[in-house]
């Protein structure tokens, strides 16, 4: 009886000890699963969630594998060795497509800056305007030393406010122009064409 409990006593011994030394090793085992998150990946949804277990999350091996057109080589030894189809670098994929997004979003950020610039642009053009209007509906005949009167709008400054507004307008288009222009890029970009 004596080698009974002996017996009993060093299998659950060995039970725990294994347990604890599993624990160390891999985190994971035995760790409660705090929630699972849907995985997309270049806009195709894999079939299975990803396990979040202490803020990682843990991939789904094959429904990933198959999602980047890999495929799964060998399962051996506790390894998972996957390819992907061609040879293709998947890490240099992935940080060549994050780059190009940057630049995508750093260019769709310049694109609305130069928009707003030339807005602002065009709304001061318009206010000299409004001040050389309102300097010509106020203009009165201007009197000449030693001779008549002159209407206001045959003298040379009525003729120099209209060529100011003329430029103004002139200025306003070409701004109106580049902003057209800029919006068509700004739309593109966007949507991502």
């Not at 949804?45 to 057109?69: M, Q």
């Not at 002139?170 to 966007?190: F, H, K, M, N, S």
Request: glycine letters at 8%; aromatic letters at 4%; one cysteine or more.
């Amino acid at each position: 009886m004596k080698k009974f409990v002996a017996g009993v006593l060093c299998g659950a011994l060995l039970m725990v000890g294994a347990s604890v030394s599993a624990s160390k090793i891999n985190p994971v085992i035995g760790q409660k699963v705090d929630g699972v998150m849907r995985v997309i990946i270049d806009g195709k949804t894999v079939e299975k969630d990803a396990a979040i277990i202490n803020g990682v999350s843990y991939l789904p091996v094959r429904d990933t594998t198959n999602a980047i057109n890999g495929e799964i080589v060998s399962v051996e030894n506790k390894v998972i060795e996957i390819s992907t189809k061609g040879g293709a670098n998947v890490t240099e994929d992935l940080a060549e497509k994050a780059k190009l997004e940057d630049e995508k979003y750093a260019r769709i950020a310049a694109v609305e800056n130069q928009i707003s610039k030339l807005k602002s642009d065009v709304l001061k053009a318009q206010e000299r305007i409004n001040i050389t209007q309102d300097q010509i509906a106020n203009g009165q005949d201007l009197l000449i030393a030693g001779g008549d009167p002159i209407p206001f709008k045959e003298s040379d400054v009525y003729q120099r406010f209209q060529a100011d507004i003329a430029k103004e307008q002139a200025e306003i288009d070409r701004l109106q122009g580049e902003i057209a222009e800029l919006e068509t890029e700004l739309e593109v970009l966007v949507k991502g064409e």
